[in-house]
């Protein structure tokens, strides 16, 4: 990895969380804070671009934690240097026991994960279980079914979670059933919550490398 020397410490299981912008990612990252371990420090790295660079200052206030920030724009297209320095500097000032990384909700995430997985940030990441967010409501739009972004986030996820289903109707329910039996392979874990409300222990399910874009 660039910039900084590491000290050389256990692989820190380090989790994507994607999703469609205004979905929740944002709520469902403050609700695995508060549900953290007390005697566990955690990590969020976010993009300087847009509504996300926003969150991540609702997310330092409302947390109480430093928010490490990717400049240049979406993270997942900028996997090069800043993202390295951003990763590394991360590391090595907060030595945290997990990192949530939180793209913009236009990013693709398959270069992020390719990135991840690389020898290099396997020294220092073990990335786990990619959790992605949708709402619902929204598979009734076919604009957001032909979406190349929409689908390869959420064929990609290892966690696929329906939020705001308080908001929901049961044929919403229904659609995001159907929706998510169609990918395969099939998720490892499928949620349905109000609020971004994860379930924590989703965060440790392993990733499965089998997993491929829409139509790859």
């Not at 007390?38 to 947390?63: K, M, P, T």
């Amino acid at each position: 990895m660039t910039s900084g020397k590491l000290e050389k410490l256990s692989a820190i299981p380090t989790n994507i969380i994607s999703g469609f912008l205004g979905v929740g990612k944002t709520s469902a990252i403050l609700s695995l804070l508060e549900a953290k371990p007390e005697h566990e420090r955690w990590a969020v790295l976010v993009n300087e671009f847009g509504e996300v660079g926003i969150d991540g200052a609702i997310i330092s206030a409302e947390s109480g934690m430093l928010v490490s920030e990717v400049p240049g724009g979406c993270l997942c297209c900028v996997s090069g240097i800043p993202f390295q320095v951003a990763l590394s500097n991360l590391i090595a000032q907060k030595k945290p026991d997990r990192i949530l990384i939180e793209p913009t909700g236009l990013g693709h995430p398959k270069n992020l994960i390719r990135s991840l997985t690389t020898e290099d940030y396997q020294l220092h990441t073990e990335l786990k279980a990619s959790v992605c967010l949708v709402d619902p409501r929204q598979l009734k739009n076919p604009r957001y079914q032909q979406h190349e972004t929409f689908n390869d986030q959420c064929y990609l996820a290892d966690v696929l979670v329906a939020n705001k289903v308080d908001l929901s109707t049961e044929d919403d329910k229904n659609n995001f059933y159907q929706f998510a039996q169609h990918i395969t392979p099939k998720k490892s874990q499928l949620g349905w919550v109000e609020n971004g409300n994860i379930d924590i222990a989703w965060l440790d399910i392993f990733r499965d490398s089998s997993r491929h874009s829409k139509g790859s």
